[in-house]
């Protein structure tokens, strides 16, 4: 990791940052410094096209998490996204950054450009958000979640999704 960024090693680190009222998102990459030398943004994995901005992942929460604790929403995007340190290799770490959303990629996800990189997120932190989403009821996975029928199963008229 580069030693210039500070790590956040707590939640209430960017649950503080967001409070702040800017837009703030969390990237799972090599570094800013590799994302700035290396791509001007990302690539669609499937087609290769050039993307308008970085992947990332908005930390901010939703209108509809009506006044929800702020750790909570940052833990389970936190949560929601860790399978990306396995599937992108051992150099891929998050970060967070405070940007503009420049559209949205294939995933939906927000392309960010005019970055600005704030912290690594510490592993600390991913313990952090571990511990709180298996406190809550009714706990949830991360996004990679099994699929719950084969499609064998399912049958005709079920909906998915």
């Not at 940052?17 to 791509?39: A, Q």
């Not at 929460?61 to 396995?86: C, I, K, M, N, Q």
């Not at 996800?109 to 690594?120: D, K, N, S, T, Y």
């Not at 510490?122 to 709180?132: K, L, M, P, Q, R």
Request: with cysteine.
């Amino acid at each position: 990791m580069e030693s210039d960024l500070p790590v956040y090693t707590s939640l209430a680190q960017l649950a503080d940052l967001i409070s702040r009222g800017d837009p703030v998102f969390v990237r799972w990459s090599r570094g800013p410094e590799t994302d700035r030398y290396g791509c001007p943004g990302s690539k669609d994995e499937l087609t290769g096209t050039e993307l308008p901005g970085l992947s990332a992942n908005s930390l901010n929460p939703e209108p509809w998490w009506e006044g929800r604790p702020t750790l909570l929403w940052v833990a389970r995007r936190l949560y929601d996204y860790s399978h990306l340190r396995e599937d992108k290799g051992p150099d891929v770490h998050p970060w967070v950054l405070v940007g503009e959303e420049a559209g949205r990629g294939p995933d939906n996800e927000p392309l960010v450009r005019r970055i600005l990189p704030v912290a690594w997120i510490g592993g600390s932190v991913i313990e952090e958000a571990e511990a709180e989403v298996a406190r809550q009821r009714g706990a949830w996975g991360p996004m990679r979640r099994p699929a719950r029928f084969s499609a064998g199963e399912r049958g005709e008229g079920s909906q998915t999704g």
